[in-house]
């Protein structure tokens, strides 16, 4: 099975591409680091105030995935300062 989630993020103090990166980039690293999820940018690459980012990770359990994803959608939720979570989606395949 296939899980994935992914996040619309708005990010109002950004004025260029540049800051916007610098801004997602730590984030997608720390996803990666602290869940063991594969991350990217998956959208909206240019546009400085908005990015969609995406997780996905491969189990056999669908529980498992979807709990492992909701604690990832939770931290972010609680950690990432630098804008807000406009939406954030889980599906399991």
Do not use: Y
């Not at 980039?25 to 991350?39: C, G």
């Not at 979807?66 to 300062?81: E, P």
């Amino acid at each position: 099975m296939l899980g994935t989630l992914t996040f619309h993020l708005h990010i109002p103090t950004c004025s260029s591409l540049k800051e916007k990166r610098g801004r997602i980039k730590p984030l997608i690293s720390r996803l990666r680091r602290e869940f063991n999820v594969s991350v990217a940018e998956m959208d909206l690459q240019d546009q400085w105030q908005e990015a969609v980012i995406g997780c996905a990770m491969i189990g056999n359990d669908r529980a498992f995935l979807q709990s492992a994803l909701g604690n990832v959608a939770n931290w972010v939720q609680a950690h990432w300062t630098d804008g807000d979570v406009i939406e954030q989606r889980i599906k399991i395949v």
